[in-house]
C-alpha cells in the first residue's frame, strides 16, 4: 500500500516548454503570426514533457462564439492555421491550450498577435474635396488639406501625396501634411477658368505581403472652384459636420465645433455663428469659436439624429450682419449596449416554437409554421448579432445569419433524407442570437421542435436476399416448405405487407398472403428423381404497390422409395477361369445412399465356389479353383453350368433388396496363351476397348512401316544417282535361307500347351537381317515332312504378321474328360463374343443418337 501512496504522489502533471517569443516551439506565448499567412500552413509546434516521461497530448480551445483560427494534432502538437487572418479586424487572438498525459491536464491561456501586412490602401477622407478659392489668392497659399489614412501599420501605413502630372496644373501639394497650394509664381483668374479638377495620389510606405514587397496606392479628385472677390460670403471649412452625443456625456459636453471663414481673403470679416434649426432647444453654439455643445441628458433625447443648420454671418465694423452661410451638422446619439437579443412569437416574447409536418419535406422549402421575430433594442454596432441553428448538422438552416435591430427569422430545409419519421418522430433544434462586436456579447437562445408525420417512402425489404429450403420427397400436399419474412418501416397501413408468388418453378407451390409462410400445392406431388430443384420468386408489397423481390430454392429431399432391379430375372453367364463375369442391377432412386447397391450371393449349388465383389457385381471362381480338373472334382455333373442366387440391396433406409438366379457355364481358355490371350479374355464385356487398342495397334504397324519404305527409298534414291566416274554392280547372294517364323508364345515342355510349333531345322535364324527390306524368300530346295494347314480367316483384332515361309508341326493333346471337348472352339467363342457386344454397343449407341 506505501508503494501505491508513493506512486500516486509521484504523479506530477506535465507541462508546457517556454521557449520565448521568437521560437516556433513551447505554449505559443508572446507568438506572433503574418495576417498574410496562408490557411492550412503549420505555424507552430505546441510541445512539453511529463515528469514521469509518460506520452502527453496537446489540445486547443476557443471562447465560446468566437472563430477557431487554428487546430493541433495531439499527438505531434503540430499547429496548423485553418482560418484567413486580418490584423484590421482582429490583431489578437486568445487561444486556450492544453497539455495532458491522460490523467493530469493542464491549461494555458495566451495571446497570439497577428502582425501586420501590407494589404490595405490608402483611403482618402471626406470625400468629395471641393474647395472653393478666391481669385485673388496668393501664389502658394495653401487652399485645402486632403486627408487618406491606410490602416496598416509601420511603413505600409504610413501615406505620402502627389499629384499627377499635368501641364495646365497650377498647384502643388505637400507630400507629408496633403496640403493643396497653388503653385508659386501661378494666379488664379475667374473669368479664365472657374474650375480646376486635380487628381491627388495617396502613396503608402510599402511593405511585404504574401511575401512580397508591394506599394499601394489610392487616388482621389480635387475640385477648385475659383470664387469671384467682390462680395463673397463666408465659407465653412471641413464639411460635412458630423457629431456624436454618448449615453455617458452630461450638459455642457462639447459635440462638434464649425469653422467659417469670410469669402474675402484681403479683408476678412469676423464670423457669427448661430444656429437656425433643428436645435430642438438641447444644443446651443458659442457665436465666435462655432462650438456645439449639449444642454441635457442623453436620456432626455427623442430621436437619434439631429440635423443642425448652422448660420455663419459676416460682422461688420459696426456690429451689423452681413453675408452670412449656412451648412449642416449631423449629430448621432450613440447607444450603450444594454439590451441582450430577444426571441418574438405571435403574442409576444417567447423561447419555444413547436411546428408539425410531414417528414422528408422538399429541400429549400420555407418552414411557414414557424414566426419567429428576433429584436435587439440597442443602438447600432451593439443591435448586431448573429443568428445560429444548433442541432443535427446540415437538416435545416436559418435565414438571416447577421441581423441589425430587428428581422423575421426564415427556416429552410437543407437535408431532406434527414428528416425521417422511421429515425426521430420529432426533431429537437436551439436557436442562437450572439452579438458580434460588442464587449458584454449578449446573447439568446429559443427551442424549436419539430413533430413529424410518417408517410409511405418505404419498401418492403426481405430479411434475405434469398432462401433455400429443403423438403422429403413424397410429403403431402399442403406441406410446410419454409416461411419468408420482409419487414417495412412505415406506419399504419402502409407498414402491412402483403406476400405473393412468381415465377415458372413456383406451379406447386403457394404462400400465405399475410404470414409469408410457403406451403405445397393440396394436390402437388413431389418426386425426386423427376424433378429435385426448384426455384421462383416471391414478392412482399405494401398496400401503394411499392414492392421488393427474394429468390426461393427448394431442394426435393430423395427417400428410399426404389428397390434395386435386375434387367431380367435370369441372367447366362459364360465364366473363363481367371476371369469374372459382371451383373449389375439399377436403383431408380435420386440420391446416395439410396441408388447405392450392396451385391452378395443368397444361395450356389455346390456351395463355397464363387465369390462376389459386393460393389461391382463381380462373380468369380474361388481363389483355389485354377483349372478346369478342380471343376470336375467339385461336382459329378457332366456339365460345367451352375445356378447360384444373387441379391442387389441398397444402402436406404429402410433398405429393399431384389434377387436374380445367375447360370454360369465355366470353361478354360487354353486354346491361346500370351498377353493378347489375356486381354481378349478380359476384354469380352468391353468390345469396344478390344477393338480400340487392336486399332492402335495396326496404326503403329502403318506408321512404322510408312517410316521404314520412306528410309529405303530415300537410301535407294541416293544409292542409283548416276555417276560418270563410278559404276556400282550388285551381286546376287550365293546362299539364302528359308524363312522360318518362332511363335513368341512358345513354352516347351508345358503340359497345359495345346498347340506346339516346332522347328525342325534347329535353328532360329532364319530371319532376314535387314529389316528395312522384306524381299520373298526363293522356293524351296524340298518340302518339308509336314505343312501348317492352309490359314484361317483372321479374328477380329487380331494381328497378323506377315511370315514367308513357315516349317514346324502341329501336334495337340488329348483330352482327359469329356469337359475338354469344346476347348478347341474357346478362342472362336471369345471372338464371336467380342463381335457381338460390339454390334449391340453400336447399335445403342445409334439408337440414342436417332
Not at 192 to 214: C, E, I, L, P, S
Request: aromatic residues 8%; charged residues 25%; negative net charge.
Amino acid at each position: 500500500r506505501s508503494q501505491q501512496v508513493s506512486r500516486s504522489q509521484a504523479d506530477y502533471a506535465p507541462h508546457f516548454f517556454d521557449n520565448g517569443p521568437s521560437s516556433g516551439n513551447g505554449n505559443m506565448a508572446l507568438f506572433s503570426l503574418s495576417e498574410d499567412t496562408p490557411a492550412g500552413t503549420q505555424i507552430y509546434v505546441l510541445n512539453g514533457t511529463d515528469p514521469e516521461n509518460d506520452p502527453v497530448r496537446f489540445g486547443m480551445a476557443f471562447e465560446k462564439g468566437s472563430k477557431e483560427f487554428f487546430k493541433v494534432e495531439p499527438k505531434s502538437g503540430n499547429v496548423t492555421l485553418v482560418e484567413e487572418l486580418d490584423r484590421e479586424k482582429q490583431d489578437e487572438i486568445e487561444v486556450l491550450v492544453s497539455i495532458t498525459d491522460g490523467r493530469n491536464k493542464v491549461e494555458e491561456k495566451v495571446r497570439v498577435f497577428v502582425t501586420d501586412a501590407n494589404d490595405e490602401r490608402p483611403e482618402f477622407q471626406n470625400l468629395p474635396f471641393v474647395v472653393d478659392v478666391p481669385e485673388d489668392a496668393e501664389p502658394g497659399s495653401s487652399i485645402y488639406r486632403v486627408s487618406a489614412v491606410d490602416r496598416d501599420i509601420g511603413s505600409g501605413g504610413s501615406v505620402t501625396y502627389y499629384l499627377q502630372v499635368n501641364p495646365m496644373n497650377k498647384f502643388a501639394i505637400d507630400g507629408h501634411s496633403g496640403v493643396l497650394r497653388i503653385k508659386a509664381g501661378e494666379a488664379l483668374d475667374y473669368e479664365t477658368t472657374r474650375t480646376f479638377f486635380v487628381t491627388v495620389a495617396a502613396k503608402d510606405g510599402g511593405g511585404k505581403y504574401n511575401g512580397r514587397y508591394q506599394v499601394m496606392t489610392s487616388s482621389a479628385t480635387v475640385t477648385i472652384n475659383v470664387m469671384d472677390t467682390q462680395d463673397t460670403p463666408p465659407t465653412f471649412i471641413g464639411t460635412p459636420y458630423f457629431g456624436y452625443v454618448y449615453e455617458v456625456s452630461v450638459p455642457g459636453s462639447e459635440i462638434f465645433t464649425v469653422y467659417a471663414k469670410d469669402g474675402d481673403q484681403t479683408n476678412p470679416n469676423p464670423i457669427y455663428y448661430s444656429i437656425v434649426s433643428g436645435n430642438d432647444d438641447v444644443f446651443s453654439i458659442n457665436s465666435t469659436s462655432g462650438c456645439v455643445t449639449l444642454l441635457t441628458y442623453p436620456v432626455n433625447l427623442k430621436k437619434e439624429l439631429f440635423e443642425l443648420r448652422i448660420k455663419a454671418s459676416e460682422l461688420g465694423e459696426g456690429g451689423e450682419l452681413m453675408d452670412s452661410a449656412v451648412t449642416t451638422l449631423a449629430i448621432r446619439v450613440e447607444d450603450l449596449n444594454n439590451h441582450p437579443p430577444t426571441f418574438y412569437g405571435e403574442n409576444g416574447p417567447q423561447s419555444k416554437f413547436e411546428l408539425t409536418m410531414y417528414e422528408h419535406p422538399t429541400e429549400g422549402e420555407i418552414l411557414r409554421g414557424l414566426k419567429i421575430t428576433v429584436n435587439d433594442s440597442d443602438q447600432g454596432a451593439n443591435a448586431k448579432f448573429n443568428l445560429r441553428l444548433v442541432g443535427p448538422s446540415r437538416v435545416l438552416r436559418v435565414v438571416p445569419q447577421t441581423v441589425l435591430n430587428e428581422a423575421q427569422v426564415t427556416v429552410i430545409v437543407e437535408n431532406s433524407a434527414a428528416i425521417d419519421y422511421e429515425k426521430h418522430q420529432f426533431l429537437t433544434f436551439k436557436l442562437l442570437a450572439v452579438e458580434i462586436d460588442t464587449l458584454e456579447r449578449f446573447s439568446a437562445t429559443a427551442d424549436i421542435i419539430i413533430h413529424l408525420l410518417d408517410t409511405n417512402d418505404n419498401t418492403p425489404k426481405f430479411s434475405s436476399d434469398f432462401y433455400i429450403a429443403r423438403i422429403p420427397e413424397n410429403s403431402p400436399g399442403g406441406s410446410n416448405v419454409v416461411a419468408v419474412t420482409a419487414t417495412d418501416p412505415d406506419s399504419g397501413l402502409w407498414g402491412e405487407v402483403k406476400y405473393s408468388i412468381h415465377g415458372s418453378g413456383a406451379d406447386l407451390f403457394i404462400i400465405h398472403s399475410t404470414s409469408g409462410i410457403i406451403y405445397t400445392q393440396p394436390w402437388a406431388t413431389l418426386d425426386a428423381e423427376l424433378r429435385s430443384k426448384y426455384n421462383f420468386y416471391v414478392k412482399a408489397e405494401d398496400i401503394e404497390g411499392k414492392y421488393s423481390l427474394a429468390e426461393v430454392f427448394v431442394t426435393v429431399l430423395d427417400l428410399n422409395d426404389h428397390p434395386p432391379e435386375f434387367h431380367e430375372n435370369f441372367v447366362e453367364k459364360t465364366m473363363v477361369i481367371g476371369a469374372p463375369v459382371k451383373i449389375e442391377a439399377i436403383d431408380e432412386d435420386a440420391e446416395e445412399p439410396n441408388n447405392v447397391i450392396e451385391y452378395s450371393i443368397m444361395k450356389a449349388d455346390p456351395d463355397n465356389i464363387f465369390d462376389i465383389n459386393g460393389d461391382t457385381g463381380e462373380i468369380k471362381l474361388k481363389p483355389y479353383i485354377k483349372s478346369m480338373d478342380i471343376v470336375q472334382n467339385i461336382t459329378k455333373q457332366k456339365e460345367c453350368t451352375w445356378s447360384l442366387v444373387v441379391q442387389a440391396r441398397d444402402r436406404g433406409s429402410p433398405s429393399f433388396s431384389t434377387t436374380t438366379v445367375v447360370k454360369i457355364d465355366i470353361t478354360e481358355a487354353t486354346q491361346l496363351k500370351g498377353p493378347m490371350a489375356a486381354f481378349l479374355m478380359q476384354s469380352r464385356d468391353n468390345p469396344l476397348k478390344a477393338l480400340g487398342v487392336v486399332a492402335g495397334i495396326i496404326g503403329t504397324m502403318v506408321v512404322v512401316t510408312v517410316l521404314i519404305s520412306t528410309a529405303m527409298f530415300m537410301r535407294n534414291t541416293k544409292s542409283n544417282r548416276i555417276v560418270p566416274a563410278r559404276r556400282v554392280i550388285r551381286r546376287r547372294p550365293k546362299d539364302r535361307r528359308p524363312w522360318t517364323f518362332n511363335m513368341p508364345f512358345k513354352r516347351w515342355g508345358n503340359p497345359s500347351d495345346k498347340f506346339l510349333i516346332e522347328d525342325p531345322s534347329g535353328n532360329g535364324d532364319n530371319m532376314n537381317e535387314n529389316n528395312n527390306v522384306r524381299r520373298p524368300p526363293p522356293p524351296p530346295p524340298c518340302a518339308p515332312s509336314a505343312l501348317l494347314p492352309p490359314p484361317t480367316k483372321p479374328k477380329p483384332g487380331e494381328w497378323q504378321r506377315e511370315v514367308p515361309t513357315i516349317s514346324g508341326a502341329v501336334a495337340s493333346k488329348t483330352a482327359k474328360k469329356s469337359c475338354r471337348k469344346k476347348e478347341s472352339e474357346v478362342s472362336s467363342a471369345l471372338v464371336s463374343e467380342l463381335k457381338m457386344r460390339l454390334e449391340q454397343k453400336m447399335m445403342e449407341s445409334n439408337q440414342g443418337y436417332y
